[in-house]
């Protein structure tokens, strides 16, 4: 008795079909970029030591277990913005011209910061500080500073400063009209954030 022959698949043009599979979902696919901080580090300049007065830095540390330190106390993230604020915003001094801060609605606190742009915030973070808290921590300070620009661009310009930055974007750098007003307000509320690691 013959046996019968069972009809063979053609397997010759599979290894093609996984290949143009492959390609397809090489191409399709999108992948997760990670975010960064944008940030220019400045060059290195030999600078003489500056003489601050030691009311008008603000120093945030994050310990090893993300707690939030401010001057020594124990805060929660939701309060890290308005203790910026007030301090950025004290004006309880004058500036190097011996000015007087008029736009500053902060207490005067004699023994807070003097002027917005001898307000010096450190952040100082412990090497093993998770990653997520420290950039929370550097956005809100950040938003401090955007909080106060907006509302002094309101006072002077009746429109918010991101709505200038928008404007200037929009422009392509052209417009030297907003941008002469974003300088002006990024000098009367200069972002001086300073970091380090702490040990």
Request: charged share 25%; net charge neutral.
């Amino acid at each position: 008795m013959s046996r019968k022959q069972l009809p063979e698949i053609n397997a010759g043009s599979m290894a093609d079909i996984a290949f143009l599979l492959l390609i397809f979902f090489l191409v399709t696919t999108t992948m997760q970029v990670d975010a960064g901080i944008a940030r220019k580090i400045p060059k290195k300049q030999e600078t003489p030591p500056i003489d601050i007065n030691e009311r008008n830095i603000l120093e945030v540390n994050i310990n090893k277990n993300n707690a939030l330190f401010v001057d020594g106390n124990v805060v929660k993230l939701s309060e890290l913005k308005q203790i910026a604020i007030n301090f950025i915003e004290n004006g309880a001094g004058t500036d190097i011209n011996k000015n007087i801060c008029d736009w500053c609605e902060g207490l005067k606190d004699k023994t807070s910061s003097d002027y917005p742009s001898k307000a010096i915030i450190s952040i100082k973070s412990h090497r093993l500080t998770n990653y997520e808290t420290y950039i929370t921590t550097l956005d809100i300070l950040n938003s401090a500073y955007t909080h106060l620009r907006n509302k002094l661009a309101i006072k002077l310009y009746k429109r918010n400063y991101e709505s200038l930055l928008e404007d200037l974007k929009s422009s392509n750098n052209n417009n030297l009209e907003v941008q002469e007003k974003i300088t002006l307000i990024r000098e009367k509320y200069p972002l001086l954030l300073s970091d380090a690691e702490i040990n």
